[in-house]
């Protein structure tokens, strides 16, 4: 079982490509500055529908409980249930990356 067949998600749309959440997840780390959890659930739920309000919440307090920044936990968790592990790298490496 590939980890994309492991979560199902009832959100209408998903990422396109690894490329399309790299580049999705560039657009919103050069918005957030400081608190990025606003921001990350108007473009992850409103803008590009990749999860429902009901999914970002969920996967928002499984980032709090485990250690690290919150924003690049949810995006890792993100990228994870789309395209696995590669999927994972492109939605953090945005966030790592200094701007």
């Keep these: 079982m ?3 067949a ?3 998600t009832s959100a209408p749309n998903k990422p396109k490509s ?11 780390a050069m918005q957030a500055f400081g608190g990025s959890t606003a ?5 992850l739920v409103d803008q590009k529908k990749w999860l429902t309000q ?6 928002l307090t499984v ?4 250690p690290g920044p919150n924003i690049m936990i949810l995006t890792i968790v993100v990228g994870d ?3 696995g592990w590669r999927g994972a790298l ?8 200094p701007e």
Excluded: G, N
């Design 2 to 4: 590939t980890s994309t």
């Design 6 to 8: 492991k979560y199902k």
């Design 18 to 28: 690894c490329w399309d959440l790299f580049c999705s997840f560039t657009l919103m």
């Design 39 to 43: 921001i990350a659930q108007r473009f």
């Design 54 to 59: 009901s999914e970002f919440l969920d996967l």
């Design 63 to 66: 980032s709090q409980v485990l």
């Design 81 to 83: 249930r789309h395209f």
């Design 90 to 97: 492109a939605s953090f490496l945005p966030f790592s990356i």
